[in-house]
């Protein structure tokens, strides 16, 4: 049987991006216009035109906002998981501020959907070492009932560069966790962000394809993550500064040609579906 490798969407909105606050501030969001639903929709008819299974990690906000989105994942099939409540990176939160954030997600998904939340994502990856230390987080994730995370990157700026890139079991003092990388791209400059994002529409479909097939020989999945705002045509108007642009926007034609081919050359599931 081929090898199972990974799916999984951010489930939030066009206007959850960090570090905007100057320009929307939380407290504008329930007057941003909620594009949720019609970009699920897009993500969940091409997951079922494949017939694949993925991990939604839920931000709670969203599924207060709009459960009915939260609703007709879960009604397909697919396992939701928490994105925390409010999107903010776990380095900018006391220990108290994020443990109150993940089970105000937690439980608000247990309650819609009558099952357990066993994974978790950070928003922007912020489970980090060194300066911006965040890893206490992993204690109070294994703490809470959770069975994995995904939310260290294996990347230069925004994660822990020289973690590792395939699956691996971490260790805590209150017990051991899985944690799922997201796929990267060895390369002289350090690895690349090619299983998300702006780096999944820059390079290379065949790099891709390749740095795939190379986790796989090693018995492997490769991890593959979206957002529902990288399936919207028609991204509405917010200043941002260019970088955040083009980390949000660049090139976003080519996420859903890209997802396509990915679908058709490989196979894919949840991350529960492979504990
Ligand atoms: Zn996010």
């Known amino acids: 049987m081929a090898m199972k490798n990974i799916l999984t969407v951010d ?3 066009w206007y959850h991006i960090c570090d905007i606050e100057h320009i929307l ?23 079922r035109r494949f017939k694949v299974k993925a991990t939604f990690f839920v931000l709670g906000y969203v599924a207060e906002r709009t459960p009915e989105v939260v609703n007709m994942i879960h009604a ?7 994105h925390g409540y409010s999107h903010v990176q776990v380095y900018k939160q006391r220990k108290g501020e994020f443990l109150q954030d993940l089970l105000r997600s937690k439980t608000l998904l ?12 950070a928003p922007e990856w912020s489970i980090c070492k060194g300066e911006k230390n ?11 009932g959770f069975l994995y995370d995904s939310s260290i990157a294996p990347l230069r700026f925004i994660g822990i ?38 780096g999944l529409r820059i390079f290379p479909y065949r790099s891709i394809r390749r740095a795939i097939e190379r ?43 890209r ?4 679908l058709n050359d490989f196979e894919f599931s949840s991350i529960k579906g492979t504990l």
């Open 215 to 257: 986790v796989n020989r090693f018995g492997y999945p490769g991890l593959i993550f979206c957002h529902p705002s990288d399936f919207d045509p028609i991204p509405p108007p917010i200043a941002l500064p260019w970088i955040k642009r083009f980390v949000c926007y660049g090139k976003i034609k080519t996420t859903e040609e």
């Open 259 to 262: 997802m396509t081919h990915l």
């Open 25 to 47: 501030p939380p407290s504008g969001w329930d007057r941003c216009e909620s594009r949720i639903l019609a970009n699920v929709e897009e993500i969940l008819t091409l997951f």
């Open 110 to 121: 247990e309650g819609m959907t009558g099952e357990k939340v066993v994974g978790y994502r």
């Open 134 to 144: 965040s890893y206490w987080a992993l204690d109070l994730l294994v703490q809470n």
């Open 11 to 13: 489930l939030e909105d």
């Open 76 to 82: 397909e099939g697919h396992e939701i998981a928490s």
């Open 161 to 198: 560069p020289n973690a590792p890139t395939i699956p691996y079991t971490l260790s805590t003092p209150c017990g051991d966790i899985k944690e799922f990388p997201p796929l990267v791209m060895p390369s002289p400059l350090g690895n690349l962000p090619i299983g998300g994002g702006w």
